[in-house]
T-cell receptor
Framework: DGGITQSPKYLFRKEGQNVTLSCEQN?????MYWYRQDPGQGLRLIYY???????QKGDIAEGYSVSREKKESFPLTVTSAQKNPTAFYLC?????????????FGPGTRLTVL | GENVEQHPSTLSVQEGDSAVIKCTYS??????FPWYKQELGKRPQLIID?????GEKKDQRIAVTLNKTAKHFSLHITETQPEDSAVYFC???????????FGQGTRLTINP
């Protein structure tokens, strides 16, 4: 189903806890992305990575952290510093070479803070 | 940086009629403009895209037009069907950049 998987599908967190969202792809894509989706606000970029062991902040990186130790994996940690973490989180990837390569999305993780 | 504005935020049309969603972008260096469709609870999926060297592109009932001078592009859906109901996002990528900037989305509802 698209080659990008995210887990879990639903995640519940208590205030003050850190949680990690998983994103894996088997498309051999170099670039990977994390977006946050809130109603009426579109897709906002949190972090992205173009190659292993390198990543850049997006527009709303505060309260989040990432790692890129393997080409296939780009986990996102939502820390307790993120004040409003309840949202739908989407991971995406695309091939590095080629300016017009399609960006594919994973199925998403819905995070709810209790 | 790039900024993308999308209108309208909601759109309701009768089945069989046409729907048009419009986006404007700010950076003239943008050269790639994809459109994504997101059904309820699902992932966004690419439905059509256009490059800056093309003015119009069609794929069956879907078309996209680009006006580089005015810096706006539009999605046109003809002969709408119930399965067209979804949220549609436009996006733009600056030449050489690795990230897309998305519009706020349009919730399209097709009324039977």
């Amino acid at each position: 189903d698209g080659g990008i998987t995210q887990s879990p599908k639903y995640l519940f967190r208590k205030e003050g806890q850190n949680v990690t969202l998983s994103c894996e792809q088997n498309l051999n894509h170099d670039a990977m992305y994390w977006y946050r989706q809130d109603p009426g606000q579109g897709l906002r970029l949190i972090y992205y990575s173009q190659i292993v062991n390198d990543f850049q902040k997006g527009d709303i990186a505060e309260g989040y952290s990432v790692s890129r130790e393997k080409k296939e994996s780009f986990p996102l940690t939502v820390t307790s510093a993120q004040k409003n973490p309840t949202a739908f989180y989407l991971c995406a990837s695309r091939a590095w070479r080629g300016a017009y390569n399609e960006q594919f999305f994973g199925p998403g993780t819905r995070l709810t803070v209790l | 940086g790039e900024n993308v504005e999308q209108h309208p935020s909601t759109l309701s049309v009768q089945e069989g009629d046409s729907a048009v969603i419009k986006c404007t972008y700010s950076d003239s260096a943008s050269n790639y403009f994809p459109w994504y469709k997101q059904e309820l609870g699902k992932r966004p999926q690419l439905i059509i895209d256009i490059r800056s060297n093309v003015g119009e592109k069609k794929d069956q009932r879907i078309a996209v037009t680009l006006n580089k001078t005015a810096k706006h592009f539009s999605l046109h859906i003809t002969e709408t069907q119930p399965e067209d109901s979804a949220v549609y996002f436009c996006a733009a990528r600056i030449q050489g950049a690795q990230k897309l900037v998305f519009g706020q989305g349009t919730r399209l509802t097709i009324n039977p």
